[in-house]
């Protein structure tokens, strides 16, 4: 198998090959021109998402200072919202519903390395998905990791660490991330 075959599979992959290393280098480029846009021009903005991420619904939106790996592996549902220096290491596939905000300072990331340092000098990662529902807002600063899903109406404290999957209708916070109260979907379909 190549090395993106391994990464596609689930596999430990070495980020370092030159086909792997190609998917960010493109995402620097797009993520840059998104970038350069004036952040009043919500148009041209959303235009730029449209070819950036894999899908994009209606009215999608960054700030300044947005960042990710490969871009075609980012699914967002309508009126998704970034704010400054959101970023995105989608190396596997984010998925989010419809009505995500995300504060600013955020990173989910889909891609961890191994524990041994031999692992870490071959360069190794492995990739696990990442899925968000509809109405999640994720606060200032917080950390998202791979493999975990979110489920729907759920609040991600300021500076929380998810480290495992969250429940709908709750709000959780800390380090690690614990369910801190349940909340009601009031949401009109």
């Given at each position: 198998m190549?090395?993106l075959?391994k990464?596609?599979?689930?596999l430990e992959?070495s ?5 792997v290393?190609a998917?960010?280098?493109h ?6 021109k ?8 919500e148009?041209a903005i ?16 960054t700030g300044p200072?947005f ?5 075609l ?5 309508d009126?998704f919202?970034a704010n400054?220096n959101?970023?995105?290491l989608?190396?596997?596939p984010?998925?989010m519903g ?6 600013p300072g ?7 390395h ?13 990739a696990?998905p990442i899925k968000?529902?509809?109405d ?5 600063n ?13 609040v991600?404290?300021a500076?929380?660490v998810v480290?495992?999957?969250v429940p709908d209708?709750?709000?959780i916070?800390?380090v690690?991330?614990k ?6 979907n009031?949401a009109?379909?």
């Amino acid at each position: 198998m190549t090395e993106l075959e391994k990464l596609e599979a689930g596999l430990e992959y070495s980020f370092w090959d030159k086909e792997v290393n190609a998917r960010k280098q493109h995402a620097m480029k797009e993520t840059a021109k998104l970038n350069a846009i004036d952040p009043v021009d919500e148009a041209a903005i959303a235009e730029q998402l449209h070819k950036l991420f894999g899908s994009c619904g209606s009215d999608p939106w960054t700030g300044p200072g947005f960042q990710c790996d490969y871009g075609l592996n980012i699914h967002v549902g309508d009126r998704f919202l970034a704010n400054y220096n959101v970023t995105i290491l989608d190396i596997a596939p984010v998925t989010m519903g419809n009505d995500v905000m995300i504060g600013p300072g955020t990173c989910i990331i889909t891609v961890n390395h191994p524990l041994s340092p031999k692992g870490r000098r071959n360069h190794l990662g492995i990739a696990k998905p990442i899925k968000i529902g509809n109405d999640v807002w994720i606060g200032a600063n917080c950390t998202i990791l791979p493999g975990v899903n979110i489920g729907n109406n759920v609040v991600v404290a300021a500076g929380a660490v998810v480290t495992k999957n969250v429940p709908d209708n709750c709000v959780i916070g800390g380090v690690p991330a614990k369910k801190i109260k349940d909340i009601e979907n009031d949401a009109e379909d």
